[in-house]
C-alpha cells in the first residue's frame, strides 16, 4: 500500500480549544464538555453565521485553522461525521409533524454536506468536497474512503475534517453512544488535517494504517495528536 502522510491536525471541543488542552484531553487531564458552546467564527460576516448550528461552526473553525497553520491552499475537503448536523434534522422532523410542512431554509441546512459547503464558502475554497457518513460508526473505512484517491495518485493532497455536534435528549437511547473502545459518541467535537499521498514540510508524519487505531475518531485523534 502507498505511504500516507499527514499534517499536525487542528482540534475544537467545549472545554478544549488551545494546542495544550487537547494535550491535556490526551493523557486524560481534561475532558469535553456535552455542551452546545460553538467557536465564535468571527472572520466570517455577522449574517452569514447568525443561522448556523455548533457543527457548521465548528467545522468552518477547523477548516479555518489548519489552512492558516499548513498554508495548503484552495485543496478539496472531505468531511465525515457519524449523525451530520442532527438538531437541525430534529428541527426539520418537528415542522414535518407540527406544521406539516418544511421550511425552504431549514431543510438546505439540514443536508448532510451542509457543514463543509459552508466551510468552503467561508474560506473561500473552490476546489470541491465529499462526504462520507461512516455506517454503523466504521471510522476506519471512512478515512481510508477519504484517502482513496491519494493512494492510487489521483490526487496530491485534501483537507480530512471529521465532526460531531451534541445530541439533542430527544435522541437519547435512540442512537448508540458508545465506540468499541469505550468512547462516548455523544461528545462534540471536530479535527482536521491535511492528508497527502506525499512527503512535504506541511505533511511530515507518515501514518500506518495497517496499525493505526481506527476504534473510535476520538482514539485516532489521541493517536495523531
Known amino acids: 500500500m502507498k505511504k500516507l502522510y499527514i499534517s499536525c491536525p487542528v482540534a475544537w471541543a467545549p472545554g478544549l480549544s488551545s494546542s495544550d488542552d487537547w494535550q491535556e484531553w490526551k493523557e486524560g487531564k481534561k475532558e469535553i464538555l456535552k455542551s452546545s458552546e460553538a467557536p465564535s467564527i468571527s472572520f466570517t460576516p455577522p449574517l452569514f453565521r447568525r443561522r448556523l448550528s455548533q457543527l457548521c461552526k465548528m467545522v468552518i ?6 489552512i492558516e ?9 472531505t468531511f465525515v461525521s457519524t449523525y451530520g448536523d442532527i438538531k437541525r434534522q430534529l428541527d426539520v422532523t418537528r415542522q414535518t409533524l407540527v406544521d406539516k410542512e418544511i421550511l425552504p431554509a431549514s431543510f438546505s ?12 464558502i467561508a474560506c473561500k475554497l473552490k ?10 460508526n466504521m471510522f476506519k473505512d471512512a478515512f ?17 475534517v471529521f465532526g460531531n455536534e451534541l445530541i439533542p435528549e430527544e435522541y437519547e437511547g435512540v442512537y448508540q453512544t458508545q465506540a468499541p473502545d469505550g468512547s462516548d459518541l455523544n461528545e ?5 488535517m491535511v492528508i497527502s499521498g506525499e512527503k512535504s514540510q506541511g505533511c ?5 494504517l ?11 485523534l489521541k493517536e495523531i495528536l
Do not use: M, W
Open 61 to 66: 473553525q477547523a477548516v479555518h485553522d489548519i
Open 69 to 77: 497553520q499548513t498554508s495548503c491552499g484552495d485543496i478539496k475537503q
Open 109 to 120: 441546512y439540514s443536508v448532510f454536506n451542509a457543514p463543509i459547503a459552508l466551510a468552503s
Open 127 to 136: 476546489s470541491g468536497y465529499s462526504v462520507i457518513f461512516p455506517a454503523e
Open 144 to 160: 481510508i474512503t477519504a484517502a482513496a484517491p491519494l493512494l492510487c495518485g489521483d490526487e496530491k493532497s485534501q483537507i480530512f
Open 188 to 192: 462534540p467535537f471536530v479535527f482536521a
Open 204 to 208: 511530515s508524519r507518515e501514518i500506518d
Open 210 to 220: 495497517e496499525n493505526c487505531d481506527f476504534s473510535s475518531p476520538q482514539a485516532f
